[in-house]
T-cell receptor, first 118, second 118 residues
Framework: AQKVTQAQTEISVVEKEDVTLDCVYE???????LFWYKQPPSGELVFLIR??????QNEISGRYSWNFQKSTSSFNFTITASQVVDSAVYFC???????????????FGTGTLLAVQP | DVKVTQSSRYLVKRTGEKVFLECVQD?????MFWYRQDPGLGLRLIYF???????EKGDIPEGYSVSREKKERFSLILESASTNQTSMYLC?????????????????FGSGTRLTVV
């Protein structure tokens, strides 16, 4: 069965600190997608990144970076020089790849609440 | 940009009422989903639909039903609302795109409906 574990329930940092959010996943599929979403206090889920299982390259986007390691089934997310606006709940999610195009449902972790103090 | 619109941001209903949560997407996506979000549990899939009039149960379908009469609209129905259905409900849609010869798909979420059953 597919499963996503975000062991960190809450993290509190001071502005400008670096912070890493952990995500560990389980799947028997060889082809799958991994996602990170941000949910600010307004409630809307904001897409951050999608990575497929064949692409293990790390990605950097501004202050955000992602480290995908199939050997440890992890897809960790680092925010460099955190800011107060980064305060949100962050979700990691997993989806199988269905070549027929149907379903592709997302399995979410329980989320990590990040609080960045000024 | 794809837009997923949920008709109500906040809703208060009485126990035993029949409740309709509406979701509309404007980009002709095949797949639509209803998730429920609760603290400490992340997002859990209630129902999804991969075509008009097609529906499949997710992980927690009990107490819910869905309707998809038109491609753009996916309704979640609480047949007889109960207090344990007080939650945040999120709708999403997804589709497959072929970008530079590679098939990719992405999800778009609505802003959510916070339902309180009293």
């Amino acid at each position: 069965a597919q499963k996503v574990t975000q062991a960190q329930t809450e993290i509190s940092v001071v502005e400008k600190e670096d912070v890493t959010l952990d995500c560990v996943y389980e799947t028997r599929d060889t082809t799958y997608y991994l996602f990170w979403y941000k949910q600010p206090p307004s409630g809307e889920l904001v897409f951050l990144i999608r990575r497929n299982s064949f692409d293990e390259q790390n990605e950097i986007s501004g202050r955000y970076s992602w480290n995908f390691q199939k050997s440890t089934s992890s897809f960790n997310f680092t925010i460099t020089a955190s800011q107060v606006v980064d305060s949100a709940v962050y979700f990691c999610a997993l989806s199988e790849w269905n070549y027929g195009g149907a379903t592709n449902k997302l399995i979410f972790g329980t989320g990590t609440l990040l609080a960045v103090q000024p | 940009d794809v837009k997923v619109t949920q008709s109500s941001r906040y809703l208060v209903k009485r126990t035993g009422e029949k409740v309709f949560l509406e979701c509309v997407q404007d980009m002709d996506h095949e797949n639509m989903f209803w998730y429920r979000q609760d603290p400490g549990l992340g997002l859990r899939l209630i129902y999804f639909s991969y075509d008009v009039k097609m529906k499949e149960k997710g992980d927690i379908p009990e107490g819910y039903s869905v309707s998809r009469e038109k491609k753009e609209r996916f309704s979640l129905i609480l047949e007889s609302a109960s207090t344990n259905q007080t939650s945040m409900y999120l709708c999403a849609s997804s589709s497959i795109l072929t970008i530079q010869g590679i098939q990719r798909y992405g999800y778009t979420f609505g802003s959510g409906t916070r339902l309180t059953v009293v």
